[in-house]
């Protein structure tokens, strides 16, 4: 059993930054990947991000890959997204999650956090 816990969400004006945060529980962190979705208002849960267990490869969605950032710290079991120049389209819940590294869909991905809001004014 997993449990995440995402924090850094907030208010932010486009063109502004964000960090997000998601610590794990548990003893095998670095075994498993780690991705953010998001999902916004009426709107499917959608792919951001992933990185490997090791956090030696990642998987970074098209429509924010000149953008965002992710990164894991195992000694800390934490997994950061760093989202820079962001959009108003950005703005959605952010979830991250215990998945495979490569897919893309939710199904793939075991255990969720709770989400936190990221929203971006124009």
């Known amino acids: 059993q997993v449990q995440l816990v995402e924090s850094g969400g907030g208010l932010v004006q486009a063109g502004g930054s964000l960090r997000l945060s998601c610590v794990a529980s548990?003893?095998?962190?670095?075994?498993?990947?780690m991705g953010w979705f998001r999902q916004a208002p009426g709107k499917e849960r959608e792919f951001v991000a992933a990185?490997?267990?090791?956090?030696?490869?990642?998987d970074i969605a098209d429509a924010v890959k000149d953008r965002f950032t992710i990164s894991r710290e195992n000694a800390k079991k934490t997994v950061t997204l760093q989202m820079n120049s962001l959009k108003p389209e950005d703005t959605a819940v952010y979830y991250c999650a215990v998945g495979r590294l490569g897919l893309h869909t939710t199904n793939a991905y075991d255990y969720w956090g709770q989400g936190t809001q990221v929203t971006v004014s124009s």
């Open positions: 548990g003893r095998t962190f670095s075994s498993y990947a």
């Open positions: 990185i490997s267990g090791t956090g030696g490869s990642t």
